[in-house]
């Protein structure tokens, strides 16, 4: 398989900051899913469910295609939680199901390193983690880059570990046996501790590791070898939903990366993927060959303007 996503699958009931609500939204790693659906059909989502997964995705997954050989069923139930959003864009989530469920069902629904390599071999270009920097796959990066030897790690860092002082180290050590890594505004601002977008550039070059580095709505970069690539964000005017759009770019520029696009390129591909998931509550309906090739033409404009308009930050 040429790209492989580990994560968890959700159900998503949302609380919007205005007080509107949306239940049943599918939710989890299966948007990272839907940043690389646009441009590669070739990936498999290795994640964990319970028995009633089909009733929840089994649609979804057969109207685009999508393989469930990755689903370990190891769960009494798939994993259902509360999204609660607030004004300043910061939101909380906790388990539908209580926190005895929580406790007990959260660690065995980890992504186990066994799950990968199962999948993993030489046609391999790319493996997306989104796991906590304690969590048990990462004990075996070794192993499972033995099994993928021609793979490149992404790894998109969860906001709880960002949040937990204690394991700062562990995050900066574990970016380093990365080849990519991504995280958002606010999150640079707690692990490198600056106070701005051009100070968090800086101090993402000054570490040496490729970041795709999210910025909200104003867009994206991707940092890489000592310079910052900027794209814009589009289609703001059709955002019904901004839910999972982190996950749709970093899964776009993890393809980019592994694919050695020029990563204005790269970051313009995330960004319009982005863009769709945005048009809806919920992950974006249907990928088709059509739906492709708009994008890979309009991504070549679109580079184009960009770095005739010299939009790098460096």
Not at 47 to 72: C, H, I, M, Q
Not at 101 to 121: C, H, L, N, T
Not at 233 to 242: F, G, R
């Given at each position: 398989?040429?790209?492989?996503v580990?994560?968890?699958?959700?159900?998503n009931d949302?609380?919007?900051a205005?007080?509107?609500?949306?239940?049943?939204?599918?939710?989890?790693t299966?948007?990272?899913?839907?940043?690389?659906k646009p441009?590669?059909?070739?990936?498999?989502?290795?994640?964990?469910?319970?028995?009633?997964?089909?009733?929840?995705?089994?649609?979804?997954y057969?109207r685009?295609?999508?393989?469930?050989?990755?689903v370990?069923?190891?769960?009494?139930?798939?994993?259902?939680?509360?999204l609660?959003?607030?004004?300043?864009g910061?939101?909380w989530?906790?388990?539908?199901?209580?926190?005895?469920?929580e406790?007990?069902?959260?660690?065995?629904?980890?992504?186990?390193?066994?799950?990968?390599?199962?999948?993993?071999?030489?046609?391999?270009?790319?493996?997306?983690?989104?796991?906590?920097?304690?969590?048990?796959?990462?004990?075996?990066?070794?192993?499972?880059?033995?099994?993928?030897?021609n793979?490149?790690?992404m790894?998109?860092?969860?906001?709880?570990?960002?949040?937990?002082?204690?394991?700062?180290?562990e995050?900066?050590?574990?970016?380093?046996?990365c080849?990519i890594?991504?995280?958002?505004?606010?999150?640079?601002?707690?692990f490198f501790?600056?106070?701005?977008?051009e100070?968090?550039?800086?101090?993402?070059?000054?570490?040496?590791k490729?970041?795709?580095f999210?910025?909200?709505?104003k867009g994206?970069?991707?940092?890489?070898?000592?310079?910052?690539?900027f794209?814009?964000?589009?289609?703001?005017?059709?955002?019904?939903?901004?839910?999972?759009c982190g996950?749709?770019?970093?899964g776009?520029?993890?393809?980019?990366?592994?694919?050695?696009?020029?990563p204005?390129?790269?970051?313009?591909?995330?960004?319009?993927?982005?863009s769709?998931?945005?048009?809806q509550?919920g992950?974006?309906?249907?990928?088709?060959?059509?739906?492709?090739?708009?994008?890979?033409?309009?991504?070549?404009?679109?580079?184009?303007?960009?770095l005739?308009?010299?939009?790098?930050v460096?």
């Amino acid at each position: 398989m040429k790209y492989l996503v580990t994560g968890c699958t959700l159900l998503n009931d949302i609380n919007y900051a205005d007080g509107s609500k949306a239940e049943g939204i599918l939710g989890g790693t299966i948007y990272t899913v839907n940043g690389i659906k646009p441009y590669c059909d070739d990936v498999l989502f290795i994640t964990t469910a319970g028995p009633d997964f089909d009733g929840y995705f089994g649609e979804y997954y057969r109207r685009n295609k999508l393989s469930t050989e990755g689903v370990k069923f190891v769960l009494p139930r798939t994993q259902y939680n509360i999204l609660d959003y607030h004004a300043d864009g910061r939101w909380w989530e906790y388990s539908k199901y209580g926190r005895e469920f929580e406790k007990e069902w959260g660690p065995k629904a980890f992504i186990q390193a066994e799950y990968v390599r199962e999948f993993s071999d030489e046609q391999t270009r790319g493996i997306y983690f989104e796991s906590g920097v304690l969590e048990p796959v990462w004990k075996e990066l070794d192993n499972i880059r033995k099994a993928a030897p021609n793979a490149r790690v992404m790894w998109e860092i969860q906001t709880y570990d960002f949040d937990n002082p204690d394991v700062k180290k562990e995050i900066a050590a574990l970016i380093k046996k990365c080849d990519i890594y991504s995280l958002n505004l606010p999150e640079s601002f707690t692990f490198f501790g600056t106070t701005s977008e051009e100070e968090s550039i800086g101090a993402i070059i000054a570490f040496g590791k490729p970041c795709f580095f999210r910025v909200g709505i104003k867009g994206a970069y991707m940092i890489v070898d000592g310079k910052a690539w900027f794209a814009p964000s589009y289609n703001l005017d059709k955002n019904v939903d901004a839910t999972g759009c982190g996950n749709c770019s970093t899964g776009s520029a993890m393809v980019g990366f592994c694919e050695g696009l020029h990563p204005l390129k790269s970051v313009v591909l995330a960004n319009l993927a982005a863009s769709l998931n945005a048009m809806q509550v919920g992950p974006y309906p249907l990928f088709t060959d059509e739906l492709r090739a708009g994008l890979i033409e309009k991504a070549e404009v679109e580079t184009g303007r960009l770095l005739k308009e010299n939009k790098d930050v460096s």
